[in-house]
């Protein structure tokens, strides 16, 4: 991973929309250990609007993951 740096501590306004995306990962023990994903993320905290996704394939977990940050980027695209 690329070092970005410090993050500033300075005080700023508070953002005008906020967001939270959570992922939880874990291995199921029955037999051989499969991968599960899922990822929890609400777009606009002040808003009842949860995302839920779950899946074994770490490929379709970023997919969801980018879509959701596409979608917080772009409000428009809800």
């Given at each position: 991973?690329?070092?970005?740096?410090?993050?500033?501590?300075s005080?700023?306004?508070?953002?005008?929309?906020?967001?939270?995306?959570?992922?939880?990962?874990?291995?199921?023990?029955?037999?051989d250990?499969?991968?599960?994903?899922?990822?929890?993320?609400?777009?606009?905290?002040?808003?009842?609007?949860?995302?839920?996704?779950?899946?074994?394939?770490?490929?379709?977990?970023?997919?969801?993951?980018?879509?959701?940050?596409?979608?917080?980027?772009d409000?428009?695209?809800?």
């Open positions: 991973m690329a070092d970005h740096g410090p993050v500033s501590t005080p700023r306004d508070p953002p005008e929309r906020a967001g939270a995306l959570i992922v939880r990962v874990w291995l199921e023990e029955s037999g250990p499969k991968l599960r994903i899922r990822m929890v993320g609400q777009l606009d905290l002040a808003a009842d609007d949860r995302v839920t996704a779950v899946t074994a394939d770490i490929d379709e977990m970023l997919a969801h993951i980018r879509d959701w940050l596409e979608r917080f980027a409000p428009s695209r809800g």
